[in-house]
């Protein structure tokens, strides 16, 4: 039997009355845009992740936008980010009209290096062109960037940091949320996603209760919130105001129904995610280059399990023929795509960048991989002669 990449019906039968019911509730309430749901899931949410605000969005892209144009990044601004990334991660930057400078990755973790994003600061401001502004760390393959590290960094030349969790929702430091060090965390609810929805969504966490509102506000087409109503009269519905031009990003009610009861089994979901990745890194850690590196106190909720291969293409074909799905994230760098071609560094910059978009492969991962499959996936690897 062919073998699942990410097996999301095994998760569908563990909970499918339960998705069922809320799906139906929300279709016969016909509160389909910004109903009931979106607030309980944006109260759970925050919950989860100990924050004292959660906000949903349309997508992963958009809770990345959101944060730069409630600060007003803008013409001017530079935004820090690695290379080795989902594209949406930089992406985000040129929409405001911001400059994305990438920045390369830890050997180990995969993760925004902190010294190599030190140098890329030091050179902006050298440079005296471009204002440093906002560092965007990524929780790539689910392990949490270097947070405690990134916040000092910000403070230090008083940037903003956001952490794109889309991969990493749910990823701990010593028990502890990305929100605890950013200034915001976005998410992604694609379905692919560790916690995925059944569509398009996205999310944002927050402690800063100031910048929680002003993208309650831009998510909706920069409606009046609370503080610009303050002490004013208006002749019209408020909900007319605009008060700064924002967008239309709101999370479907649909979504967020299917979020609160995917949300109830995420931490149990994390732990076999676990168990998993600790299984495959014990069996395999012989027979491949690399099998993955969680830093000690880091908990990694697993989006993808990634190892590294001198033969990468070979090893992609073999275990094909054995109907063993295999995936390369990222094959091309975002700054050697032709779309970001113009804000790439000079050549060796990101060389550990480079070099691991050559070795990359990652393995079928999902709380649900039972040990026979798993078995099948690691007999595929080990005989491998290439
Ligand atoms: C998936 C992903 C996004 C974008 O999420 P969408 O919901 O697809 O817009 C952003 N950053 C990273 C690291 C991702 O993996």
């Not at 309430?29 to 899931?41: D, H, N, R, W």
């Not at 109260?43 to 605000?53: E, I």
């Not at 050997?107 to 902006?124: C, F, G, K, M």
């Not at 795509?337 to 550990?352: D, I, S």
Request: with cysteine; proline share 6%.
């Amino acid at each position: 039997m062919a073998i699942a990449f990410i097996d999301l019906q095994a998760q569908r039968k563990r909970i499918e009355p339960q998705i069922n019911a809320a799906v139906q509730k929300v279709i016969e309430s016909g509160a389909y845009i910004m109903g009931p749901e979106v607030k309980q899931f944006e109260a759970d949410l925050a919950a989860f992740s100990g924050a004292k605000h959660a906000l949903g969005c349309a997508n992963g892209t958009d809770a990345i936008a959101l944060p730069l144009m409630a600060w007003g990044v803008g013409a001017g601004d530079a935004v820090f980010c690695p290379s080795f990334t989902f594209c949406a991660t930089g992406e985000v930057v040129p929409w405001v009209g911001a400059t994305p400078v990438f920045v390369d990755v830890e050997p180990d973790t995969y993760n925004i290096n902190p010294d190599h994003l030190v140098a890329q600061i030091e050179r902006i401001l050298k440079d005296g062109k471009l204002k440093p502004r906002v560092i965007v760390g990524v929780c790539l393959f689910g392990q949490a960037a270097n947070y405690p590290r990134l916040r000092e960094i910000a403070n230090k030349y008083g940037m903003k940091l956001i952490a794109d969790s889309a991969q990493g929702f749910g990823t701990t430091i010593n028990g502890k949320h990305p929100s605890d060090w950013a200034d915001c965390v976005t998410t992604s609810f694609f379905p692919a996603k560790p916690l995925g929805c059944y569509g398009d969504g996205g999310g944002i966490v927050t402690n800063d209760t100031a910048l929680a509102e002003i993208i309650d506000s831009l998510r909706v087409h920069g409606k009046a919130v609370a503080s610009d109503l303050k002490g004013k009269t208006f002749d019209h519905d408020p909900k007319y105001l605009n008060m700064r031009v924002g967008m239309n990003s709101r999370l479907d009610t649909i979504q967020a129904a299917v979020l609160i009861e995917k949300l109830k089994i995420y931490a149990d979901e994390i732990v076999l995610r676990n168990k998993v990745a600790a299984r495959y890194n014990e069996l395999l850690k012989p027979h491949v280059a690399a099998v993955p590196f969680v830093k000690p106190g880091f908990v990694s909720t697993w989006a993808q399990y990634t190892i590294e291969h001198d033969n990468r293409d070979g090893l992609a074909a073999h275990l094909k023929t054995q109907d063993i799905p295999t995936a390369v994230y990222y094959p091309v760098p975002m700054h050697m795509n032709q779309a970001y071609r113009e804000w790439a560094p000079k050549p060796g910059e990101l060389a550990v960048t480079e070099a691991k978009a050559e070795r990359v492969i990652s393995l079928p991962m999902h709380p649900y991989l039972d040990i026979a499959t798993q078995d099948r996936i690691i007999e595929g690897v080990r005989t491998f002669n290439g």
